[in-house]
């Protein structure tokens, strides 16, 4: 008779990685300790790190039979469900776990990544929507009006998300706080660009230019943005200029204005026909 429990069995061999004995040990002892939900946990446990559906579906019908189901409770559903094509299933779970800790960051991104992953933006939307607002949550705000096709939404967070990245930290000083500022603006000087905004634009690709000085993509699109506003002499200067340092991105621009068709007097004035 060994000196060792089947629950005590089991978890020396999950520690040594032999996982079918520790599942045949948690079946021993869970046969006669059904209300052993700590247990049951641990099946869980070693059922989800066994290969195949079969093993992931005992899984599931060990968590029906937790009385009390906690957050992680739900965490793991949704992972199983993930892991059998069941994203509306996941994303639900994921909601579950969410109203028992809202508060819970590393929760929180699993739902809003299930929710992504599912296409629930506008679900994802009101999620982030609920958060701090730190230029983090800002930022991904924007990004999923950007998605939704809403674009004054996405001007809106990413200005805010810029007016609070510099009121944490010191742009001017801290070279990754002016990185992280930098690609904002980048990102709300598209948002403005298609939204006709030219004025924030230009203003944001130049601001863009000093942010990250060996990225010339960034004056050639200040330089479009001047043409649109009427500028079309300092236009031409800037864009010339530009390409001159860096020739290659002349299909850059050809290929910015296959996109946008307001663009092709502005790429015809830039570079001649025949090139």
Same mark, same amino acid.
């Given at each position: 008779?060994?000196?060792?429990?089947?629950?005590?069995?089991?978890?020396?061999?999950?520690?040594?990685?032999?996982?079918?004995?520790?599942?045949?040990?948690?079946?021993?002892?869970?046969?006669?300790?059904?209300?052993?939900?700590?247990?049951?946990?641990?099946?869980?446990?070693?059922?989800?790190?066994?290969?195949?559906?079969?093993?992931?579906?005992?899984?599931?019908?060990?968590?029906?039979?937790?009385?009390?189901?906690? %957050?992680?409770?739900?965490?793991?559903?949704?992972?199983?469900?993930?892991?059998?094509?069941?994203?509306?299933?996941?994303?639900?779970?994921?909601?579950?776990?969410?109203?028992?800790?809202?508060?819970?960051?590393?929760?929180?991104?699993?739902?809003?990544?299930?929710?992504?992953?599912?296409?629930?933006?506008?679900?994802?939307?009101?999620?982030?929507?609920?958060?701090?607002?730190?230029?983090?949550?800002?930022?991904?705000?924007?990004?999923?009006?950007?998605?939704?096709?809403?674009?004054? %939404?996405?001007?809106?967070?990413?200005?805010?998300?810029?007016?609070?990245?510099?009121?944490?930290?010191?742009?001017?000083?801290?070279?990754?706080?002016?990185?992280?500022?930098?690609?904002?603006?980048?990102?709300?000087?598209?948002?403005?660009?298609?939204?006709?905004?030219?004025?924030?634009?230009?203003?944001?690709?130049? %601001?863009?230019?000093?942010?990250?000085?060996?990225?010339?993509?960034?004056?050639?699109?200040?330089?479009?943005?001047?043409?649109?506003?009427?500028?079309?002499?300092?236009?031409?200067?800037?864009?010339?200029?530009?390409?001159?340092?860096?020739?290659?991105?002349?299909?850059?621009?050809?290929?910015?204005? %296959?996109?946008?068709?307001?663009?092709?007097?502005?790429?015809?004035?830039?570079?001649?026909?025949?090139?």
């Amino acid at each position: 008779m060994s000196p060792y429990s089947p629950l005590q069995l089991a978890e020396a061999f999950i520690r040594t990685g032999e996982l079918g004995d520790a599942l045949e040990a948690l079946n021993n002892h869970l046969d006669s300790m059904p209300e052993d939900a700590a247990a049951r946990r641990l099946r869980v446990d070693v059922l989800m790190r066994l290969p195949g559906a079969d093993y992931a579906r005992r899984a599931l019908a060990d968590l029906d039979q937790l009385v009390e189901v906690t %957050a992680e409770d739900w965490v793991q559903r949704s992972v199983i469900l993930q892991g059998l094509g069941d994203t509306a299933g996941c994303s639900a779970a994921m909601a579950a776990a969410y109203r028992l800790q809202p508060e819970d960051e590393r929760l929180i991104e699993r739902y809003l990544s299930t929710l992504e992953q599912n296409g629930q933006i506008e679900e994802a939307r009101r999620l982030v929507d609920e958060q701090p607002a730190t230029w983090r949550w800002l930022q991904i705000a924007g990004e999923l009006a950007e998605r939704a096709g809403d674009g004054e %939404a996405a001007y809106q967070r990413y200005s805010e998300a810029v007016s609070a990245i510099e009121r944490r930290l010191d742009t001017e000083r801290n070279r990754l706080a002016g990185t992280l500022k930098g690609m904002l603006v980048v990102k709300r000087a598209g948002v403005a660009y298609g939204l006709g905004l030219l004025e924030q634009a230009e203003a944001d690709y130049r %601001a863009a230019s000093d942010y990250f000085p060996k990225d010339l993509s960034y004056p050639l699109m200040q330089a479009a943005m001047l043409w649109l506003k009427g500028e079309q002499g300092a236009a031409l200067e800037l864009a010339q200029q530009v390409l001159r340092d860096m020739p290659a991105l002349t299909e850059y621009l050809r290929d910015a204005t %296959a996109s946008d068709g307001r663009l092709t007097p502005f790429l015809e004035a830039v570079i001649p026909q025949d090139v």
